[in-house]
């Protein structure tokens, strides 16, 4: 069956520190992947997907097939970061798209 | 932009009423929406999957007959919890997919807070 397990429900660090949020995934065929932000009182939006291997914000995530991985890294953080991170998986059923999600990590930046 | 509004943002009723929530793309067609829920410090749960024109998918466990999902349009979804009681209360998220997306994402709206009494 299809999951996303992110272990860590918060992680507290200072500013200028390094961040990564872990996302593991479990998925017979080919993932796409997803990295979810909820800033307080926001709705929830879109960081960044593996596919478009992009830097949004200065996070970065790589997809490791071997390890089943998507863990989010910034290598300082900022106050502005904090926010709770939610890494969803994208796969098709029924002929549709759907999207899950793990149980998120808040991140709490310090400053 | 694209915006997906829901309606109400918050409600509360007697236990055994019935409460519609609507979802609107505000500035884009979604074939597709999705409705989760959300509960405390929990994370999002896939309740269904809502297709323009065609019945709902519904994610295993999920009552079809509880929660009534009508996708009538590009642009409006809405999920009636009927005969609601105090364990139907929680945080029901939805989000609309672009008719014409490349990218996959989703749009969420606002989230509509239940509180069943």
């Known amino acids: 069956a299809q999951r996303v397990t992110q272990p860590e429900k918060l992680l507290s660090v200072f500013k200028g520190a390094p961040v990564e949020l872990k996302c593991n995934y479990s998925?017979?065929?080919?993932?796409?992947l997803f990295w979810y932000v909820q800033y307080s009182r926001q709705r929830l939006q879109l960081l960044l997907r593996h596919i478009s291997r992009e830097s949004i914000k200065g996070f970065t995530a790589d997809l490791n097939k071997g390890e089943t991985s998507f863990h989010l890294k910034k290598p300082f953080a900022q106050e502005e970061d904090s926010a709770m991170y939610y890494c969803a998986l994208s796969f098709r059923s029924y002929n549709t798209d759907k999207l899950i999600f793990g149980t998120g990590t808040r991140l709490q930046v310090f400053p | 932009g694209a915006v997906v509004s829901q309606h109400p943002s918050w409600v509360i009723c007697k236990s055994g009423t019935s409460v519609k929530i609507e979802c609107r793309s505000l500035d884009f067609q979604a074939t597709t929406m999705f409705w989760y829920r959300q509960f405390p410090k929990q994370s999002l749960m896939l309740m269904a999957t809502s297709n323009e024109g065609s019945k709902a998918t519904y994610e295993q466990g999920v009552e079809k007959d509880k929660f009534l999902i009508n996708h009538a349009s590009l642009t409006l979804s809405t999920l009636t919890v009927t005969s609601a009681h105090p364990e139907d209360s929680s945080f029901y998220i939805c989000s609309a997919r672009k008719r014409i997306s490349n990218t996959g994402e989703l749009f969420f709206g606002e989230g509509s807070r239940l509180t069943v009494l």
């Open positions: 998925y017979s065929g080919s993932p796409e």
